[in-house]
């Protein structure tokens, strides 16, 4: 080899090098999902990010995702898989300046169960003073539910309760052999008083005693997230209330329709309801 092709190797290598320190580079955790369960998606941009300010941009079946940054050039996005969608390898496709890349996540197949429950027809069959209320009800929180602010929450979320759980995310119920609805939250056993802690910091958003959810409430962790607590006994946080992660904030009871003392806990993520379970398990 002569000189002028190793000068033209040296410079055609450092060439390459930088092209690989500028290289956005993706990671998935976890890589594989059932239907209901969030999922992280980290992306580091180069080192440069500073002199040239941006965010990445995220694409996942249809839904744009905002990332948030979590160090100088890394940044982060949680991103909800439906309940409703179907097996299979779907894209998650990063867009930061002029390069885009996309990397694959896996929602496995699953079976949620299926639990029968009979009661007396009376106690399912709501009044229309009930109705009108519980369709207002929904509305509010449904407006609240879709606010999307700054980030507060910071590092992992941990468990509202020391309880095991007394049902799991995604079971049909299946009422007196007809009605069908979905739990879209998880179950805590608790007895009355047991101590309900915030999952991470937060600001209450809503605490209001609901038809269904009885008193309830809800905390706004920015970024699209918010955890909802139900059928507590009593409040121990005021509403606007900046909470932190592990805060006393209720103690679980049966208020509204609850068949027992129990905590109903709800996360919400950007229009979603995620398995409350599966963001626990993420290592933020
Ligand atoms: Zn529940």
């Given at each position: 080899?002569?000189?002028?092709?190793?000068i033209?190797?040296?410079?055609?290598?450092i060439?390459?090098?930088?092209?690989?320190?500028?290289a956005?580079?993706?990671?998935?955790?976890?890589k594989?999902?059932?239907p209901g369960d969030?999922?992280?998606?980290?992306?580091?941009?180069?080192?440069d990010?500073?002199?040239?300010p941006?965010f990445?941009?995220?694409?996942?079946?249809?839904?744009?995702?905002?990332?948030f940054?979590?160090?100088k050039?890394?940044?982060m996005?949680l991103i909800?898989?439906?309940?409703?969608?179907?097996?299979?390898k779907y894209p998650?496709?990063?867009?930061?300046k002029?390069e885009?890349?996309?990397?694959?996540i896996?929602v496995?197949?699953?079976?949620?169960?299926?639990q029968?429950?009979?009661?007396?027809e009376?106690?399912?069959m709501?009044?229309?003073?009930?109705?009108?209320?519980?369709?207002?009800e929904?509305?509010?929180?449904?407006n609240?539910?879709?606010q999307y602010t700054a980030r507060?929450?910071?590092g992992?979320?941990i468990?509202?309760?020391?309880?095991?759980?007394?049902?799991?995310?995604?079971?049909?119920?299946?009422m007196?052999?007809?009605?069908?609805?979905?739990?879209?939250g998880?179950?805590?056993?608790g007895?009355?008083?047991?101590?309900v802690?915030?999952?991470n910091?937060?600001?209450?958003?809503?605490?209001?005693?609901?038809f269904?959810g009885?008193?309830?409430?809800v905390?706004?962790?920015?970024t699209?997230?918010f955890?909802?607590y139900?059928?507590?006994?009593?409040f121990?946080?005021?509403?606007?209330?900046?909470?932190?992660?592990g805060?006393?904030?209720g103690?679980a009871?049966?208020?509204?329709?609850a068949?027992?003392?129990?905590?109903?806990?709800g996360v919400k993520?950007i229009?979603?309801?995620?398995n409350?379970v599966?963001l626990f398990?993420?290592?933020?």
């Amino acid at each position: 080899m002569n000189a002028v092709n190793i000068i033209f190797l040296s410079v055609l290598l450092i060439f390459l090098s930088c092209l690989q320190a500028y290289a956005m580079q993706m990671e998935l955790q976890p890589k594989e999902v059932i239907p209901g369960d969030v999922f992280v998606v980290k992306v580091q941009v180069g080192n440069d990010s500073s002199s040239t300010p941006g965010f990445p941009q995220a694409e996942f079946l249809g839904s744009k995702i905002s990332f948030f940054q979590d160090a100088k050039t890394i940044f982060m996005a949680l991103i909800p898989v439906d309940i409703g969608a179907s097996p299979g390898k779907y894209p998650v496709t990063v867009t930061f300046k002029d390069e885009k890349k996309a990397v694959l996540i896996r929602v496995k197949p699953h079976k949620f169960p299926t639990q029968k429950i009979t009661l007396p027809e009376e106690k399912v069959m709501l009044g229309p003073e009930d109705l009108k209320r519980a369709e207002r009800e929904r509305e509010i929180l449904n407006n609240i539910l879709s606010q999307y602010t700054a980030r507060i929450w910071d590092g992992h979320f941990i468990t509202p309760t020391d309880t095991v759980l007394s049902e799991e995310f995604g079971v049909t119920r299946i009422m007196n052999n007809k009605r069908n609805s979905i739990h879209r939250g998880v179950d805590y056993k608790g007895d009355m008083g047991t101590p309900v802690r915030a999952v991470n910091s937060g600001k209450v958003v809503l605490r209001d005693e609901l038809f269904f959810g009885g008193r309830t409430l809800v905390i706004d962790h920015g970024t699209g997230l918010f955890s909802i607590y139900m059928h507590l006994s009593e409040f121990r946080a005021a509403q606007g209330e900046k909470v932190s992660r592990g805060q006393l904030i209720g103690l679980a009871g049966m208020s509204g329709r609850a068949t027992g003392p129990h905590l109903h806990m709800g996360v919400k993520l950007i229009g979603v309801n995620v398995n409350p379970v599966s963001l626990f398990r993420l290592k933020l």
